[in-house]
């Protein structure tokens, strides 16, 4: 069965640096595409970032564009979400997701979904 664990969110002042972890321990990572989504109280979950399996690219939406940088580390079979100068409106639950394809996709194509961790951004 394939577990994600998605872990690193917490409390921060505007401005600040966050980074998210998503994890594995019974496979590789490498083989799946991977996004980070996010859900406010009371709004739609949206994709904030994705890295494809096949060539490494990346997506981010305009929202977190110039702010949010997705990466792996192979060795430590880890996608990272590294988050500068954080908004209030970043404030949300996020969810890593894998998907058994090697592009970037709609959110309803990922194929599996580890438990959330909250960034809240506050002054």
């Known amino acids: 069965q394939v577990q994600i664990v998605a872990s690193g969110g917490g409390l921060v002042q505007p401005g600040s640096s966050l980074r998210l972890s998503c994890s594995a321990s019974?496979?590789?990572?490498?083989?799946?595409?991977i996004g980070w989504f996010r859900q406010a109280p009371e709004k739609e979950r949206e994709e904030v970032s994705c890295?494809?399996?096949?060539?490494?690219?990346?997506y981010y939406p305009d929202s977190v564009k110039g702010r949010f940088t997705i990466s792996r580390d192979h060795a430590k079979n880890t996608v990272y979400l590294q988050m500068n100068s954080l908004k209030i409106e970043d404030t949300a639950e996020y969810f890593c997701?894998?998907?058994?394809?090697?592009?970037?996709?709609?959110?309803?194509?990922?194929?599996?979904w580890g438990q959330g961790t909250q960034v809240t951004v506050s002054s």
């Open positions: 019974e496979f590789s990572l490498d083989f799946y595409t």
């Open positions: 890295i494809s399996s096949s060539d490494g690219s990346t």
């Open positions: 997701a894998a998907r058994d394809d090697p592009d970037c996709g709609y959110e309803y194509e990922y194929d599996y």
